[in-house]
């Protein structure tokens, strides 16, 4: 079922006369039912959507980009509202949120929305989850940048397929999430730094300097000590991630089981065990305590959440021979 929120963008597209972001809209609910099993509401409702644009030049537009190979099309349906992060970093998304909703109210004052931002934290702590939730909260696509396809050996070409990128970038609005982005962004400084790479990066520094779509391009990192300082003074905002604090790890406990179990409440014992795990893998960790309590017709027990913390911290952190 449609969210007020989309609800809201449906009938704001509709008295703007905004086929594309109406059609957005319809294409995020009909991948909600989709993921709900909802298959013939899923498939009617983008039925619908190709025929809601008085031009096909936009659904050709659409597919164009959804084919294009460099290029992850996503239409996310995650909310805010499970996010879980400092109130400084939903604070800052927030803000994010608000100048881009108000961003003609900014123009009018010569003013511009933030759209450029750096994601820098470990793996696991939210950086994709983040620009999922900005595109969903904005009813906008979510294009996820191939960088493995985009980066190439061959002299030059790797600065052609940016030059593309920037160019749907223009034209097609959107949230941009370009990760593991040392791999263009690597400091020009260090030894093991080639010729090429540093024209990339060279390339990609003019490109984003001169971008004035109305796009929001998200980059992400797991090592900002790697990024090349000249990036900083072009992104907008800075997010630094962290590994989640006692309270952030008892809310995620709190938040992922209370619908399966509304009485199980995470103690301090729990919350000192979870403490070298990520926000991703106590997620991991809650949805395979879910499927043992179903597939076992069992109760989840802290005894049972705890011995898949131990699990998830030997399989995935390792420890010495």
Do not use: W
Not at 31 to 41: G, M, R, T, V
Not at 108 to 118: A, C, D, E, T, Y
Not at 162 to 169: A, E, G, H, V
């Amino acid at each position: 079922m449609a969210t007020a929120d989309q609800i809201k963008s449906l009938i704001k597209a509709h008295n703007e006369n905004d086929n594309e972001k109406f059609k957005t809209v319809i294409l995020q609910i009909a991948a909600y039912e989709a993921k709900h099993n909802h298959s013939n509401l899923a498939r009617e409702l983008k039925k619908l959507a190709e025929k809601s644009t008085s031009s096909k030049a936009s659904v050709i537009q659409f597919n164009q980009i959804s084919n294009n190979p460099m290029l992850t099309t996503i239409l996310p349906i995650d909310r805010l509202d499970d996010l879980v992060v400092s109130d400084e970093i939903l604070e800052r998304i927030n803000r994010i949120l608000n100048e881009f909703k108000n961003r003609n109210k900014l123009k009018s004052f010569g003013m511009s929305n933030r759209r450029k931002v750096l994601i820098e934290g470990k793996p696991g702590t939210g950086k994709t989850y983040t620009a999922s939730i900005i595109a969903s909260e904005l009813g906008l696509p979510l294009y996820i940048v191939q960088v493995d396809k985009l980066v190439t050996k061959f002299m030059g070409e790797t600065s052609v397929k940016l030059r593309q990128i920037f160019d749907i970038i223009e034209t097609s609005m959107g949230v941009y999430f370009f990760d593991e982005f040392d791999a263009i962004g690597a400091d020009r400084n260090l030894d093991n730094e080639v010729g090429e790479m540093r024209r990339i990066l060279n390339s990609f520094l003019q490109f984003i300097e001169q971008d004035t779509s109305e796009s929001i391009i998200v980059a992400a990192t797991n090592n900002q000590k790697l990024l090349d300082q000249a990036l900083f003074r072009r992104f907008d905002d800075v997010l630094h991630y962290q590994m989640p604090t006692e309270n952030e790890i008892k809310r995620l406990y709190l938040h992922k089981l209370s619908v399966f179990q509304r009485n199980f409440t995470p103690s301090k014992n729990l919350i000192d065990e979870s403490k070298f795990l990520s926000h991703a893998e106590i997620i991991k960790v809650c949805e395979d305590a879910i499927k043992d309590s179903i597939l076992n017709d069992i109760s989840i027990s802290e005894n049972m959440i705890i011995n898949l913390v131990k699990d998830r911290i030997t399989l995935y952190h390792g420890r010495e021979a």
